[in-house]
């Protein structure tokens, strides 16, 4: 299995979020995606010095995750 993780993206977009793009990348490495979202109000905050009407944040995979297929024996 390979390693994964979650990074918070911030996004600074128009006006009623419409054309966002993204314009940082918090250092921080979350285990999950519910770790990442609890961590996004404090990682808004720490970012709202962006010169755009709305900033927004977004919850990115970072890494690679390998399936295991149907009738695959697991090892261990």
């Known amino acids: 299995m390979g390693s994964v993780f979650y990074?918070?993206?911030?996004?600074?977009?128009g006006d009623g979020q419409a054309d966002c793009a993204q314009q940082r990348i918090e250092t921080a490495h979350y285990a999950s995606?519910?770790?990442c979202q609890a961590a996004m109000p404090a990682a808004l905050q720490r970012n709202n010095d962006?010169?755009?009407p709305t900033i927004a944040a977004s919850c990115r995979q970072i890494g690679?995750?390998?399936?295991?297929t149907p009738g695959q024996n697991q090892r261990g």
Do not use: K, N, P
Request: net charge negative; charged share 5%; with cysteine.
């Open 50 to 52: 962006l010169d755009f």
């Open 64 to 68: 690679q995750s390998m399936a295991q």
């Open 33 to 35: 995606a519910a770790q």
């Open 7 to 13: 990074v918070i993206a911030i996004l600074g977009c």
